[in-house]
């Protein structure tokens, strides 16, 4: 669930008049190859999704190296010509351009700019205190592995585990994970977290409307190149006809419903697929008196972006 708050960190930029969505990516990151705009990153678009050259996990934990890495990366088709989730590195993408016009990480650009302010228990990069109240993931395990590849385009593999780690108790876990900063797939926090950064962001706090309403519009549509199932992005947030959001791997989700008038979130320790939350939601729908909501029946795979790939 964490591509959203990135992208929020750069949409500010972008209304101070600091960054410019359909700027070359190059006028703020001269290194970076593939011929893509702004807003072709935060959309998914750019086709920076993985990286040709094996490296080992600790490159999560060198954000230089790693940038440097995707900046020198060829694009998996042409910018703006399809769209895929860069799943490992979307937070590298977005977060270097905040870098490059801002100065500071996303870490401590969402620790001042959007946590903070708002009261938000959410962070990428965990000092001690918080790495003391850090819940272990669990069920990270070679069963939910070969699930999670069935029936995948070739691409997805590629895109998931290089650099390896993320799928590994054993990495993800670790002190090491929680104090870097690789948001794209590291974020911690709580679920009360993720329904408020939502509420914040309907309520105008963190966002102007006219900035908001543009995030949310459906940007690309069909079949994800990179999971293979049909979903829809806006800047930064997974489209629906419900609402907007973003799940994470394992089953966890935030998001609105502007057609319910809510905002959600659930987080999880033990990872499985979204059933979990889609049940939640659904009771809340009926207590609401609302229409069940617009996800499809189950299927048996765990997937990072919740109701645009379902």
Not at 13 to 30: C, M, S, T
Not at 166 to 172: F, K, P, R, S, T
């Amino acid at each position: 669930m964490c591509k959203p708050f990135v992208a929020v960190c750069a949409l500010r930029l972008v209304e101070a008049g600091r960054l410019e969505l359909d700027a070359p990516v190059q006028r703020y990151w001269p290194e970076f190859r593939a011929p893509a705009t702004v807003r072709h990153v935060l959309s998914h678009q750019a086709g920076v999704v993985m990286l040709d050259r094996p490296v080992p996990a600790g490159a999560f934990y060198d954000w230089d190296y790693l940038s440097g890495l995707l900046a020198a990366q060829e694009p998996s088709w042409e910018p703006g010509a399809g769209h895929g989730e860069s799943a490992l590195f979307y937070g590298h993408l977005v977060g270097e351009l905040v870098r490059r016009v801002d100065g500071r990480g996303v870490g401590r650009f969402v620790r001042e700019e959007i946590c903070g302010p708002s009261g938000l228990e959410f962070a990428f990069g965990l000092n001690p205190a918080q790495q003391v109240r850090a819940v272990d993931l669990t069920g990270l395990d070679d069963a939910f592995r070969a699930a999670l590849m069935s029936g995948r385009p070739a691409l997805y593999r590629r895109a998931v585990t290089n650099p390896p780690g993320a799928h590994d108790g054993a990495v993800v876990n670790s002190a090491a994970w929680r104090a870097a900063e690789i948001p794209a797939i590291n974020g911690h926090g709580t679920a009360r977290a993720l329904a408020d950064f939502y509420h914040a962001l309907s309520a105008g706090r963190l966002l102007s409307p006219g900035m908001l309403a543009e995030a949310v519009i459906p940007l690309c549509a069909g079949p994800d190149r990179v999971s293979g199932y049909d979903n829809a992005w806006g800047l930064g947030f997974g489209i629906d006809d419900d609402g907007y959001g973003m799940g994470g791997l394992g089953g966890s989700y935030g998001g609105t419903s502007t057609a319910g008038g809510y905002t959600i979130g659930f987080v999880t320790g033990s990872v499985g697929n979204h059933d979990r939350a889609n049940a939640l939601e659904s009771v809340l729908r009926n207590c609401l008196g609302l229409p069940p909501g617009p996800w499809p029946p189950p299927i048996p795979v765990s997937t990072e972006v919740r109701r645009p790939t379902r």
